[in-house]
């Protein structure tokens, strides 16, 4: 198994959703995932947050508590936690276990979640609240004092008192794709985490990067044979019309610019020659883009990405163990092709 790591290349995967799962199944199949993912030599996973799952920092500790290098990468929002409270569960984790957690800081992006708690910011203010929200995460965890008034958060002298040591501080990225999530992320000095559109657009020159980095959100479905692969795509994400009104409900509904980013790309269902592949998204099944195909075809579009800047990669939930081994095949072998 190469070193991605040495090319600058993070690997998570993405935690199954709670909805569904008792107590006792769901658990299991978390620590399931953790150990797949642990096996793989991935870095960890994204526990991402809504009002439907269970809470993300217990979902993180469960996994801590069970594996011996898996890392959390907990969605953290606003709304779900004040920045002391967040940055206590890191050091409480870090106190604990000797272990830590990575961040992926959102701004949330589903309406009728931000409704159920009362919160009518638009969109770009949502990243200014973000903002103020990181920057005092980013002090309390750095071991300083917090004092800071603004316009969505005030706190007086507050401090940690059980500092968390450096190696075990987080990695931390903003989500989004808008100017305001990129403003957002470059005043923090954190990486961005986006849904991609298609490679050759995205190694565009006229696509803004963020100059702390980037990484991806997306699934991989890759197998020795192109055959093979695009029969297990069409078997897990079929054409699916009563998913395609919900997907379009949801457009509707807006609040994130990601989603009708993603849904005005100009490719149809089935492109000859074209892993990027966009039906698991259109008809609902999850959100985000996927490439399928052999090995060496989505090693090609990895290395644009590459090539265009992303270093971090956000894999969809896995079905299998093998998703995760073909699809760190492919990211491998991108790896050793793009420029250095």
């Known amino acids: 198994m190469n070193d991605l790591a040495a090319s600058g290349v993070t690997l998570y995967s993405t935690v199954r959703s709670s909805i569904g799962h008792g107590r006792t199944s769901h658990l299991r199949t978390l620590l399931e995932l953790a150990g797949w993912v642990d096996d793989a030599g991935y870095r960890g996973a994204l526990v991402y947050s809504d009002n439907t799952s269970m809470d993300v920092w217990l979902a993180a500790q469960a996994a801590i508590a069970n594996t011996a290098s898996f890392v959390p990468l907990v969605a953290v929002q606003p709304l779900d936690k004040t920045p002391f409270a967040v940055a206590r569960a890191v050091s409480s984790l870090a106190h604990l276990y000797g272990r830590r957690v990575d961040i992926n800081f959102v701004s949330g992006g589903f309406i009728r979640d931000l409704a159920v708690q009362g919160d009518t910011l638009s969109h770009d203010a949502r990243y200014d609240r973000l903002t103020e929200y990181v920057g ?33 501080l987080p990695t931390a990225y903003v989500s989004g794709s808008s100017a305001a999530s990129l403003q957002a992320g470059e005043s ?37 044979d192109s055959a093979e692969a695009w029969r297990i795509a069409h078997k897990r994400f079929p054409a699916d019309p009563e998913g395609a009104e919900r997907m379009k409900l949801l457009l509707s509904a807006g609040g994130s610019s990601w989603q009708p980013q993603l849904a005005s790309v100009p490719i149809p269902d089935e492109a000859r020659g074209q892993p990027y592949w966009l039906v698991p998204f259109r008809y609902h099944h999850t959100f985000c883009p996927y490439l399928v195909g052999s090995h060496d075809e989505v090693a090609r579009a990895v290395t644009t990405y590459l090539n265009g800047g992303i270093r971090t990669f956000v894999l969809d939930i896995p079905r299998e163990p093998d998703d995760l081994w073909h699809a760190r095949i492919a990211i491998e072998r991108a790896a050793a092709a793009m420029d250095r």
Do not use: W
């Open 188 to 224: 923090l000095g954190l990486g961005q985490l986006s849904f991609p559109v298609l490679p050759e657009d995205f190694a565009s020159p006229g696509i803004r990067k963020n100059r702390f980095g980037s990484g991806i959100s997306i699934g991989i479905i890759a197998r020795d």
């Open 136 to 168: 005092i995460v980013k002090t309390l965890l750095g071991g300083g004092m917090a004092n800071f008034a603004g316009e969505y958060y005030t706190v007086r002298r507050a401090r940690l008192t059980t500092a968390v040591p450096d190696d075990l």
